[in-house]
């Protein structure tokens, strides 16, 4: 079975400061994995998916995220926020590419953004 | 290309009352998914459509809500009778199944339902 933990709820930084948002995963094969962000009253949006590639995973909005097997991990990182970054992410899994397999998602972080 | 349509976009019903939500996929997409979003929490998945047939309808409350997808393109989801904790934001997503790799659903806006 498969499952994600986002460790933190609710993140708030400063405009222009590092975002981390931290997610750990569980899979008993290897995962597709992916962040989508949700913006108040807005559908969901992929910003990345990491499918068993490159372990350094580049989206949009300058958002990257890292895969790390050893740690089970897949944070979600930006250099420098700002105020349009302020929404709900939430880290997925799913187990088997090209299947339209079930997304797992995780309970979501709050991110906000401080001017 | 168009996007996932859900209509309505909101809708407030009192209990015990039935309430039903249209999808239409993106074109050419086969496979459909219904999901579930309570306030503060993830999505869950409702029940997954191949086509017109079920593929995953695991985590459904078949008591009470049904979906179906008519000659495998627009689906629609009914609850009957509806309870307080139904109150959610009703999330279609589509995604095509031949020529790639990558798991990626597209996501509607979504239908926010309030139980009164």
């Known amino acids: 079975a498969q499952s994600v933990t986002q460790l933190d709820s609710h993140v708030s930084v400063s405009e222009g400061t590092p975002v981390l948002l931290r997610c750990n995963y569980s899979?008993?094969?290897?995962?597709?994995l992916f962040w989508y962000v949700q913006h108040p009253n807005k559908g969901l949006q992929l910003l990345l998916k990491?499918?068993?590639?490159?372990?350094l995973v580049k989206g949009i909005n300058g958002f990257e995220a890292e895969f790390k097997k050893s740690e089970t991990s897949f944070h979600l990182t930006k250099p420098s926020a700002h105020m349009s970054d302020a929404a709900e992410y939430f880290c997925?899994?799913?187990?088997?590419?090209?299947?339209?397999?079930?997304?797992?998602f995780g309970q979501g972080t709050e991110l906000s953004v401080k001017p | 290309e168009a996007g996932v349509a859900q209509s309505p976009r909101y809708k407030i019903i009192e209990k015990r009352q039935s309430v039903a939500f249209w999808c239409n996929p993106i074109?050419?997409?086969?496979?459909l998914y219904w999901y579930q979003q309570i306030l503060g929490q993830g999505p869950k998945l409702l029940i997954q459509?191949?086509?017109?047939?079920?593929?995953?309808d695991s985590q459904l409350p078949k008591d009470r809500f049904s979906a179906e997808r008519l000659k495998g393109v627009d689906s629609t989801l009914k609850i009957q009778p509806a309870k307080l904790e139904d109150s959610a934001v009703y999330l279609c997503?589509?995604?095509?199944?031949?020529?790639?790799?990558?798991?990626?659903?597209?996501f509607g806006p979504g239908t926010r339902l309030t139980v009164l």
């Open positions: 997925v899994v799913s187990g088997r590419y090209n299947q339209g397999g079930k997304l797992i």
């Open positions: 899979s008993s094969y290897s995962p597709s």
């Open positions: 990491y499918t068993s590639a490159a372990t």
């Open positions: 074109s050419g997409h086969a496979t």
């Open positions: 459509f191949q086509n017109n047939g079920v593929v995953d």
């Open positions: 997503a589509s995604y095509r199944t031949s020529g790639s790799r990558y798991n990626e659903q597209f």
